[in-house]
């Protein structure tokens, strides 16, 4: 897009891709408008006020060192110093037994992690020996290896590593369901690699977890160089026939957006950093059948996520953050400096939409009473569970086909560009995965690479054992 500081976009959505494509483009001297429908940004990542006035999160989202784009986000955002990293996972067995992984400190990956898994004692020493097995296989095929198994279900891939069950159970569970929102056996092999070669074997950085010292919503409370119009619901894009058809070879343009009650935005671009179901609303289908973006987004598998946010009458729970072996729920976090209000996640939550809060809060309670000495005599004195139906699409093997470009296809929508973590970014539905969408995003809109941030680059022992990018 020449002369950037001339143009006006209007991005739509203030969740992170959303959040990420203005702030890239604000940045580029573009004129933007972020239009968010609720009362406040960060969508699924954001926070919300409940009925005592509580500023609660959707569900707790953490990071990782390997998300280079999400944590230049938060530099842009000037919010780096509201997150904390640690370089230790805690994981909690079913008696409340704790088991560590820790990263040394100077140490080249993968050696940094060596010792912590050949101490793990959550682990047997013959699944140490077997997950050691399977790292070693992730660092030989390196990236171009992983992208050959998008279509292999990681489960197959599991069984031709000779991984028991109980391995999977206690380490690759509660690292993958989290991280990917769906099943371990079920997930792409290409994304489950992904996560381990990026956050485990490639750079000693990729290990460390970060997590917000705020509520999420904090994060997004200023936007630099952009206006932003919260609780604006937009309920038409407007289209008219392109006088530039024969330069761009497309039909059709978007020009602008009408929102409810009938102010029409106009821009020179369309951002539509919404999930793919609110897009489908607005591209009418015959305009859906030009472009080849719409074909598969009906083919995404959406999957629920649950947040538990309960508050005990006294401190349970000494960690900032666990990972739990056996559930129902997969993490828990300390909300608070005494640790009474914690906040627990169940991730590929398919089954919990339909179990009653009641019923829900009493497993949640017993769980943690069973966890923490200091629970056992606690009362629980309030509970609120946040379903998100639509929490992210799932990474089943196959799916990239669907993921639908950034930008307009030749024959496409001319000025409609679309971000989101369903979108092609060659990272599953994380937060990172949001940003680097929008960021593409902005990228496409400009029609020149200035955005994206490279990964960690691969260590010299990593590559020596044959990893790379």
């Not at 943690?368 to 639509?390: C, D, H, M, N, T």
């Not at 799932?394 to 000025?415: E, K, M, N, V, W």
Request: hydrophobic share 45%.
């Amino acid at each position: 897009m020449p002369d950037a500081e001339k143009k006006t976009v209007i991005v739509v959505g203030g969740g992170l891709a959303g959040i990420a494509c203005a702030v890239a483009l604000a940045k580029a001297g573009v004129r933007v408008m972020l239009l968010e429908s609720r009362f406040a940004l960060g969508g699924r990542a954001g926070s919300f006020e409940d009925g005592d006035g509580a500023l609660l999160d959707n569900c707790q989202h953490v990071l990782l060192g390997c998300c280079t784009n999400l944590i230049d986000l938060y530099r842009r955002l000037g919010v780096s110093e509201k997150v904390r990293f640690h370089r230790s996972v805690h994981f909690l067995d079913g008696r409340g037994k704790r088991h560590d992984l820790w990263a040394v400190s100077g140490l080249p990956a993968p050696l940094h992690l060596g010792l912590s898994f050949a101490l793990f004692s959550a682990l047997t020493l013959g699944e140490r020996v077997a997950v050691a097995r399977a790292m070693r296989e992730m660092l030989r095929i390196g990236k171009s290896g992983r992208n050959q198994l998008e279509g292999v279900a990681f489960g197959e891939w599991l069984d031709r590593m000779k991984q028991p069950a109980g391995l999977v159970h206690k380490f690759y569970d509660p690292v993958l369901i989290s991280a990917l929102n769906e099943e371990t056996r079920r997930v792409s092999a290409k994304y489950a690699i992904q996560v381990f070669q990026d956050a485990m074997l490639a750079h000693r950085e990729g290990f460390v977890v970060g997590l917000p010292a705020c509520p999420l919503g904090e994060l997004y409370a200023t936007v630099p160089g952009v206006e932003v119009r919260v609780n604006t619901r937009v309920e038409e894009v407007v289209f008219e026939r392109n006088s530039e058809f024969r330069v761009q070879n497309s039909e059709w343009k978007a020009v602008a957006v009408r929102l409810r009650g009938g102010e029409e935005l106009r821009g020179d671009a369309v951002v539509l950093a919404t999930n793919h179901h609110a897009v489908q609303r607005w591209i009418p289908e015959e305009l859906k059948s030009r472009d080849a973006r719409f074909a598969g987004l009906e083919k995404l598998e959406s999957v629920p996520i649950l947040g538990a946010h309960l508050w005990f009458d006294r401190p349970i729970m000494r960690e900032e953050a666990v990972a739990l072996i056996e559930g129902p729920l997969q993490w828990l976090f300390r909300k608070d400096a005494e640790g009474r209000v914690l906040h627990g996640v169940i991730s590929a939550a398919r089954a919990w939409p339909a179990v009653a809060k009641e019923q829900a809060l009493r497993q949640f309670e017993a769980q943690v009473r069973s966890l923490f000495p200091a629970a056992r005599e606690a009362k629980l004195e309030r509970g609120v569970i946040v379903i998100e139906k639509r929490a992210t699409f799932s990474p089943l093997p196959g799916t990239d086909q669907f993921r639908p470009s950034q930008a307009p296809p030749p024959g496409g929508i001319a000025s409609l560009f679309l971000a989101g973590d369903y979108t092609k970014s060659d990272w599953p539905a994380t937060m990172e995965g949001a940003v680097r969408s929008g960021y593409l995003a902005a990228e496409a809109v400009l029609g020149a690479p200035m955005a994206v941030v490279a990964d960690l680059p691969v260590q010299w022992l990593a590559r020596v054992m044959g990893l790379a990018r």
